[in-house]
């Protein structure tokens, strides 16, 4: 049965905090993630390697020591409880003998190390979505829908305790939408594409979840919001287009919790505080220890209302001290000690604020994630129920906080920033509320040979 969230679930800014959640979620182990504390969320896959037949039992291996490796030292750190995140590489996919063999593995290590440390532990499943293999995609049938449903059901049949997805819905046009930075098609794919293959796709998740006593987490915008992060990062887009982009993801996440997600989120859905806002679930974020994936301007914001903290994901490569996985197991439970200790002191809240206040004043895309902005926005995006329209009233609502927070001079802006601002604030004004009246609009100025309309419900 489809949610619809129509309010928010905190009505105090004081009580949207790190660590708790109005819908806290226990894990087969007993961890209670949202239940008061935050738990590290380790995320980890092969060195640059060829995937197959022949050195398929090598990457099984090395999958084996890293998992022996983080839960040991987690151990050694005593850990109140570890969040493991399986990435597949796309050929754990493609092969789905493969991805379930190392899932197996995983499951394994963590029910060794619960007999052998009392270690409590659980794992997030995540196949890679390979839709986007075919050109123009097929999004709803075929060899790689079927794989990676494999891939889920049978992960999850075996002991998995979530499910998750960076799905791709969409990023055939959002792609080049961000090149061009163009606000209009970065809408209608996130829109009207992207919400539209998260209902499809996550109908099926939530299904294959409750089939086999697994929860269904929740989905990430990383092809979408975190693409733009990274290509504002490198000068090639403006920063305040892809702090609008950030925001207008929302909607599209929103999807998979209206299908029947509960949480934790996606770890590199930066859209995790307004998900948790508009449905009191437990999100998981990352930030400064994510550093080894990618650089970003929103290192300690992004903890200020997080649940679980990742790494996103570091290879399996030799540092000074010890294997990389490793080294991020010791520095996200030391981030979590950190946090935990000032909820025990009384501190939740200032130390939120400070986490806060260290990155909100210095990038348009870290001042989108203040609780605050957070809540506000939030609150007028559940005035609907139109994804579509979410999406539209979600950019249009983030150009408007930052035009003020920059005109205040409470946020550090480029002198063209104004000037993208206003662009995009006058190509929204030009969207109409109707998602098939844009569709309609959209048809003359799309490359329509590059995505398949049947495949996302339209003609």
């Given at each position: 049965?489809?949610?619809?969230?129509?309010?928010?679930?905190?009505?105090?800014?004081?009580?949207?905090?790190?660590?708790?959640?109005?819908?806290?979620?226990?894990?087969?182990?007993?961890?209670?993630?949202?239940?008061?504390?935050?738990?590290?969320?380790?995320?980890?896959?092969?060195?640059?390697?060829?995937?197959?037949?022949?050195?398929?039992?090598?990457?099984?291996?090395?999958?084996?020591?890293?998992?022996?490796?983080?839960?040991?030292?987690?151990?050694?750190?005593?850990?109140?409880?570890?969040?493991?995140?399986?990435?597949?590489?796309?050929?754990?996919?493609?092969?789905?003998?493969?991805?379930?063999?190392?899932?197996?593995?995983?499951?394994?290590?963590?029910?060794?190390?619960?007999?052998?440390?009392?270690?409590?532990?659980?794992?997030?499943?995540?196949?890679?979505?390979?839709?986007?293999?075919?050109?123009?995609?097929?999004?709803?049938?075929?060899?790689?829908?079927?794989?990676?449903?494999?891939?889920?059901?049978?992960?999850?049949?075996?002991?998995?305790?979530?499910?998750?997805?960076?799905?791709?819905?969409?990023?055939?046009?959002?792609?080049?939408?961000?090149?061009?930075?163009?606000?209009?098609?970065?809408?209608?794919?996130?829109?009207?594409?992207?919400?539209?293959?998260?209902?499809?796709?996550?109908?099926?998740?939530?299904?294959?979840?409750?089939?086999?006593?697994?929860?269904?987490?929740?989905?990430?915008?990383?092809?979408?919001?975190?693409?733009?992060?990274?290509?504002?990062?490198?000068?090639?887009?403006?920063?305040?287009?892809?702090?609008?982009?950030r925001v207008a993801a929302v909607p599209r996440a929103l999807v998979a919790f209206e299908q029947g997600c509960v949480g934790p989120s996606k770890d590199c859905a930066y859209e995790g505080p307004f998900l948790k806002a508009i449905t009191g679930c437990p999100i998981s974020m990352e930030g400064k220890t994510a550093a080894g994936a990618h650089l970003s301007p929103v290192g300690n914001i992004a903890a200020a209302v997080a649940d679980t903290w990742s790494n996103e994901s570091i290879q399996q490569v030799k540092l000074l001290s010890e294997m990389a996985p490793v080294v991020a197991m010791e520095q996200l439970i030391y981030d979590c000690r950190l946090m935990?200790?000032?909820?025990?002191?009384?501190?939740?809240?200032?130390?939120?604020?400070?986490?806060?206040?260290?990155?909100?004043?210095?990038?348009?895309?870290?001042?989108?994630?203040?609780?605050?902005?957070?809540?506000?926005?939030?609150?007028?995006?559940?005035?609907?129920?139109?994804?579509?329209?979410?999406?539209?009233?979600?950019?249009?609502?983030?150009?408007?906080?930052?035009?003020?927070?920059?005109?205040?001079?409470?946020?550090?802006?480029?002198?063209?920033?104004?000037?993208?601002?206003?662009?995009?604030?006058?190509?929204?004004?030009?969207?109409?509320?109707?998602?098939?009246?844009?569709?309609?609009?959209?048809?003359?100025?799309?490359?329509?040979?590059?995505?398949?309309?049947?495949?996302?419900?339209?003609?």
């Amino acid at each position: 049965m489809v949610k619809k969230f129509n309010q928010l679930a905190y009505s105090n800014l004081d009580d949207f905090v790190y660590g708790s959640c109005p819908n806290p979620v226990t894990t087969k182990s007993g961890m209670i993630i949202g239940g008061g504390q935050v738990f590290p969320e380790i995320n980890f896959t092969l060195p640059g390697m060829d995937v197959n037949d022949t050195t398929i039992k090598k990457a099984y291996t090395i999958y084996s020591n890293i998992i022996e490796g983080v839960l040991k030292r987690a151990s050694e750190l005593y850990a109140p409880g570890v969040l493991v995140e399986f990435e597949t590489v796309p050929d754990f996919t493609e092969n789905p003998k493969y991805g379930i063999e190392v899932n197996r593995i995983i499951l394994n290590a963590m029910k060794e190390a619960n007999e052998k440390y009392g270690l409590k532990s659980a794992i997030r499943t995540t196949p890679n979505d390979l839709r986007e293999f075919s050109r123009p995609p097929i999004m709803r049938s075929g060899k790689y829908l079927d794989t990676m449903l494999e891939v889920f059901e049978k992960c999850a049949k075996d002991g998995s305790d979530f499910i998750s997805i960076e799905s791709t819905g969409g990023k055939e046009i959002h792609d080049g939408a961000l090149v061009k930075a163009d606000i209009r098609t970065a809408i209608f794919a996130l829109g009207i594409l992207g919400c539209n293959d998260m209902e499809f796709l996550w109908k099926n998740l939530v299904d294959i979840a409750e089939a086999n006593n697994c929860f269904p987490a929740g989905d990430s915008a990383c092809g979408f919001a975190n693409t733009a992060m990274v290509l504002a990062e490198k000068g090639f887009i403006p920063h305040v287009f892809a702090a609008v982009i950030r925001v207008a993801a929302v909607p599209r996440a929103l999807v998979a919790f209206e299908q029947g997600c509960v949480g934790p989120s996606k770890d590199c859905a930066y859209e995790g505080p307004f998900l948790k806002a508009i449905t009191g679930c437990p999100i998981s974020m990352e930030g400064k220890t994510a550093a080894g994936a990618h650089l970003s301007p929103v290192g300690n914001i992004a903890a200020a209302v997080a649940d679980t903290w990742s790494n996103e994901s570091i290879q399996q490569v030799k540092l000074l001290s010890e294997m990389a996985p490793v080294v991020a197991m010791e520095q996200l439970i030391y981030d979590c000690r950190l946090m935990n200790a000032a909820t025990n002191k009384g501190q939740q809240i200032l130390f939120r604020d400070l986490l806060v206040d260290s990155d909100a004043s210095l990038d348009v895309q870290a001042y989108v994630l203040r609780p605050d902005v957070v809540m506000r926005i939030s609150a007028e995006l559940v005035k609907t129920q139109d994804n579509f329209l979410r999406t539209k009233i979600a950019a249009k609502l983030t150009v408007q906080e930052l035009k003020k927070a920059i005109n205040e001079g409470i946020v550090k802006s480029d002198r063209r920033d104004m000037k993208w601002l206003d662009k995009m604030e006058k190509a929204i004004d030009t969207i109409p509320d109707d998602a098939g009246e844009f569709y309609e609009q959209m048809k003359s100025e799309l490359d329509m040979t590059k995505f398949i309309p049947s495949e996302y419900g339209l003609k």
